[in-house]
């Protein structure tokens, strides 16, 4: 049964630590996403990928996020420093790539909180 | 924004009874998909409707789609208590990527 997989699945911080978040793709799905997900701004897109190029982190704060592919198997989404706004839960999902029709296939989340 | 917005964004209805769930939405489109979300979880994809179908059905799941109002409808019948979770209704955003609603909370009662 294949999933999408993150790690951590809980992550409490303190504010001005770095924190990684951690998520494996479908085998074979070349599409990764990374999503926040906040009760005020619902479902919000920070990073995405093709072919493990980074396609658009429009979404993202810069100065402070960071999303890479190192390779098919993993992806890494990077927060320095970590700020007690950033507390939401995070998504991955990945998508076999045909286009706007494509089912991403979400992972569990990571549960941040940044005190 | 390009967002679809659901509505109502909250039911509570009786085991047994219908639930429908509406979303509109602002551009033209192609397709419109709709996503569970139990508590705790990540979404689950449960249906696409391109714009060329009016009605799709799966199981107890029914979606209809108006382009011209720039509306879907989901509908849930027999409802039961496993189906108590957050739905939403996601569009292209151009590319591989799709925006999400801000959800309807679907809360089903014994």
């Known amino acids: 049964d294949a999933r999408v997989t993150q790690t951590p699945r809980h992550k409490v911080t303190e504010m001005g630590q770095e924190v990684t978040m951690r998520c494996q793709p479908i085998l074979g799905h070349n599409t990764v996403f990374w999503y926040r997900q906040t009760m005020m701004q619902g479902l919000e897109l920070l990073a995405y990928f093709r072919n493990r190029a980074p396609l658009d982190d429009s979404g993202m704060p810069k100065d402070r996020f960071s999303a890479e592919m190192p390779d098919a198997t993993l992806a890494t989404l990077k927060i320095q420093p970590s700020e007690p706004r950033d507390s939401a839960v995070y998504f991955c999902a990945s998508g076999s790539g045909t286009g706007g029709s494509d089912t991403q296939y979400f992972g569990p989340g990571t549960r941040l909180t940044v005190l | 924004s390009q967002q679809g917005e659901e509505d109502p964004q909250a039911l509570s209805i009786q085991e047994g009874e219908n639930a429908t769930m509406n979303c509109s939405y602002k551009?033209?489109?192609?397709?419109l998909q709709w996503y569970r979300q139990n508590s705790g979880r990540g979404l689950v994809h449960l249906i696409l409707i391109r714009s060329n179908e009016r009605e799709k059905h799966s199981g107890r799941l029914r979606v209809t789609l108006d382009t011209s109002k720039k509306s879907s409808s989901l509908l849930i019948t027999a409802s039961r208590a496993a189906d108590t979770a957050s739905y939403f209704c996601a569009t292209p955003l151009g590319g591989d990527k799709i925006i999400f609603g801000k959800g309807t909370r679907l809360h089903i009662l014994p």
């Open positions: 551009t033209s489109i192609n397709n």
